[in-house]
C-alpha cells in the first residue's frame, strides 16, 4: 500500500510523493490511468504489487512497483500474470479494460474481446481462457452487479440498492459454481429482482431461480 499525494499521469504510470517527502514511481494498468488525470494534486491510496524487471537482455534487474485503484484489481493481476506469456508489464499494457470486464470475457470464452486488448493475440487469448476460466467468477460477477461498491465508495447508493447488488454478486458467484451459464444467471437474477416481493437473503434468491428454471 502507497499513501500519498498524486503529482503527475504518465503514459504507463503515475508519481506519487509520500509524506516523507519521497516520490515514487508506481505502474499501473491503463484503464486506472484514465481515471486518474482530473486527480493531480489529491490524496491518493494505491494497492501496490513489487516486481522485478530484467532489462539490457537480463544482465540488469530493476525493482519496481505496480499499483491498483482496489485490492480486488491488484488480485485479479496477480491471477493474471500466471499465465503463460503474460509478463507484469504486458499485463498492465492489456488492461484497458475494468478488471471485472477482463474477467467476465474469460468466463463467457469471448476471445473475440480479449483479443481486442493490446498484446493480446489469438493464441494468447486462448491460453488466458484455458488457464483462468473458473477461477474468475467472483471477478465477473462484480462486473455485473457492481453497483453497491461503486455507490459505497461515493456515497450515493443506498442500503436497498446495496443488499440486492450484493445478494445479486452472491447468488451468482454460487450459480456459476454450480455450472450454470452466466448469461442465462445473470437473465433469472435479474428477473427475479424486478418482482414485487424481494427475496429474504441469497438463498432464498437461488431457490427462486431454480424455481424458474424449472418452469414454476
Known sequence: MIVGQLECVQD????VRTDGGLTYEVFMPVYALARLGSAVGSPIE???LDFIEGQAQGTTMSPR???F???KDRQF???FTTCKGIGNRRALR???LETGQIAAAISDRDAALLQSLPEIGKRTAETIIATLRGKVDNFASEAAYGGSRRGEADGTGDAASGGSSAMAREALEVLLSLGETR???IGWIDEVLRQEEQPADTQALIARVYGMKAGG
Do not use: K, P
Open 46 to 48: 494505491l494497492h501496490t
Open 12 to 15: 504507463n504510470g503515475v508519481l
Open 65 to 67: 512497483l505496480a499499483g
Open 69 to 71: 485503484l482496489t485490492r
Open 94 to 96: 492489456a488492461m484497458t
Open 183 to 185: 448469461a442465462q444467471c
Open 77 to 79: 493481476f496477480e491471477l
